[in-house]
């Protein structure tokens, strides 16, 4: 990583993750895999602060620790990049079980339980598919329709005043960290 740590993929351990390689990665994984209108990729750093904003509106109420949860919630995808759902599939099993011990490693490393609860995460399901609707309709070029068939309709209130953002890698790395600072501030 470029703060210096090494991380086995294999055995990650939270004393091997910062939130600087986190952001700076996820800087810089397109979504969509980059297909997507605009001067820069829509990052998974963007996505996650979408996300973790989304989140806020569909739970007001919830401990500060879960919008942490929601922020990181693709953050293994800042070493194992973003793969679209039918290609995560193909890869089999594998996948799942090197995404879910590197966000046990992650979660740990910020005081987070290692697996979120279900109810928690149905919640950040939630809220990302509202934002990949919003991605779809605003960067995509899906219409409302066929974006509503993939992803459900939003609750136009939830959504209402937020506007797709495409940043530089260092704008966007700089807000992820930013936001990750002022919740961990408030846990």
């Known amino acids: 990583m470029l703060s210096g740590r090494r991380l086995d993929l294999l055995d990650p351990t939270p004393v091997d993750i910062e939130i600087e390689d ?8 397109a979504r969509w895999n980059g297909q997507t ?6 990052s998974v750093a963007e996505h996650s602060l979408l996300v973790e904003e989304l989140f806020g509106r569909i739970a007001p109420k919830t401990p500060v620790k879960w919008r942490l949860a929601a922020l990181l919630h693709d953050a293994p995808e ?5 793969m679209i759902s039918p290609v995560k599939s193909a890869v ?6 090197l995404d879910d ?3 046990a490693a992650i979660h740990i490393r910020f005081g987070l339980p290692a697996a979120v609860p279900a109810t928690v995460k149905r919640q950040i399901k939630k809220a990302d598919k509202i934002s990949a ?3 779809a ?18 609750d136009k209130a939830v959504i209402d005043g937020l506007k797709i953002r495409l940043r530089p890698p260092v704008e966007v790395r700089q807000a992820y960290t ?4 002022e919740l961990i501030a408030s846990l």
């Open 22 to 29: 986190i952001a700076h990665g996820l800087a810089f994984v």
């Open 37 to 42: 209108e605009g001067d820069f990729a829509y």
């Open 78 to 82: 800042y070493v194992i990049g973003d």
């Open 92 to 97: 089999g099993p594998g996948y799942g079980a």
């Open 101 to 103: 011990r590197l966000a």
């Open 133 to 135: 609707w919003m991605e």
């Open 137 to 154: 309709t605003q960067i995509a070029g899906f219409s409302e329709t066929e974006a509503s068939k993939f992803f459900g309709r939003p």
């Open 178 to 181: 930013q936001r990750h600072l």
